[in-house]
């Protein structure tokens, strides 16, 4: 069995909670082996397995999002190797916390699954291994996708290993679909409650044979399989909720959610710039903070929409304004502390003009009726043109009015990873790839209908990513709907301004698709065969 050490780190104990439901117990007056045997000691162990979660997506969202067709860079500069591509190298330090993370969450499964054998019996055993696979399976997932083939680790490890191999991609992807697999015969399938169930397994489950169908080694079978799990997962349920209600704050655990990372204010509390996570941050664009003549004037706005973007949206189309602040108040969240109803006993401060509105008689006709206002015109905020606070549009998606002013890790809602919108977006790409182009565009049309959105009568690549960048601005989707598609070279350099012609180029001729495997994690592995991905050597 391949096996791999990257650091201490790496084996080290997670031992802190995100969560009043996922709240590990540390008892430091205990031997760890004489408690993980325990049923208490098992329960904190499986709850320490999904705190590592709030590591792996609680931190910068660069990996995720930056570099792609969406995005680009705000205030805080982007790092320009991952965001930009030409300097992307072994040595680029954005690159190493995801594979670090991922790594220490597979050894804490690994742990789990070993204590599995021998903790005392209950009748939760066989569903917790369950939740561990589908945990392991979705880290090996996000390495795969990202640095493609990486060492296959399944023991728990407690002694230092010193040199490993590396698996091939398509070796990777096996074990992720056995793993899941086995996961779905073991989980619960009751209605989410913060654990793995069933329907998430079977959402990862899709999504995995839906990438897996793009690479040269996938199965012929790969995008009907795709299709299949995604309409089980689905199961039948229409979306109804109205798409501004599915972000209400303190409104994630609805009934389209199927999988989150679960947080509390309590808990976020006691560590607001470690416990919680960014998302708001980086996407909300507001951080509070004190109030100056009646404003709010504090912005983030770390990633902000592109010109392709903002084009997107439509007349009609609920999620513009679900999506964004078109009116900024003197004070940012009156927005939450009166029903929507009531808005218009409130001072407009900043209004954002859609591209359906713009003629000169529409900004007269506005201004007259809210004196005072700053009247952004349609292609004036964008990351393209804007620089300044109120000159951009503000996503208000990831709003809580109560969370705290912090640049850190101080967002406390829940961090949704999977939702029935996008399994159904998912089931549309995987029916189209497998020649089923009138069952894609009704599983597609389902996710529009919900926004309002006049239904479309084709359906291509480019239509399904344009419906996802609708439906899922600011969740953690874009740079991997990219580089499975095959599409990141095209779009990254037609639309986000910061990537240019030739930023993709390597080394031996290959392009810098998947991200190199960390110069410290190669350095520690004394196995000089081990080879790194070839556009960095």
Known sequence: MKKLIISV????????????FLEEDVRSNVVAEEFYV?????????NANYAILSDIYGGAPWTFCAGTDMYSEGRTPEPIGISQYLTLSPGTSEIEPLYYNCYNAIQKANMGLYYADVTEQTESISSRIGELKYLRANAYFLLVQTYGGVGLVTDYINSPVLSFDRNSAEEVYTFIISELEESLNLVGNGG??????QRAVQHLLAKVHLTRGYESFGSGDDFSKAASYADTAIGGQSLTIPFEELWTPDNEMNAETIF???????TVATDPT???HQQSYFFGSYLGGAEVAGNAPNRSYNLIATDYTIDLFEEGDERWDATFMLEIFD????????????????TVADYYEPKWKSTEQDSIDYVAAHPGVTYHGYGTYSAQIASSDAALITCKKFDHPDEPFASGRSSFRDLILSRVGETYLIAAEAYFKAGNSGTALERLNE???????????????????????????????RWFDLKRTGTLVDRATMYNPTVQEGSFAGSNGELKILRPIPQTAIDLNQNNDFPQNPAYN
Do not use: M, W
């Open 331 to 346: 004070r940012y969240y009156d927005y939450y502390d009166v029903d929507k109803k009531d808005h218009g006993s409130l």
């Open 260 to 266: 989150s990372i679960q947080y509390s204010e309590s």
């Open 9 to 20: 780190a790496v084996l080290g104990l997670l031992l802190n909670s995100c969560s009043d």
């Open 38 to 46: 325990t049923p208490e000691g098992f329960e904190s162990l499986i």
């Open 192 to 197: 989410f409650d913060g654990r793995v169930n």
């Open 447 to 477: 996710v529009r209908n919900r926004a309002k959105a006049a239904p479309l009568t084709s359906i291509n690549i480019d239509v399904i990513l344009d419906e996802r960048a609708r439906e899922l601005f600011g969740e953690y989707h």
């Open 274 to 276: 470690n416990l919680g």
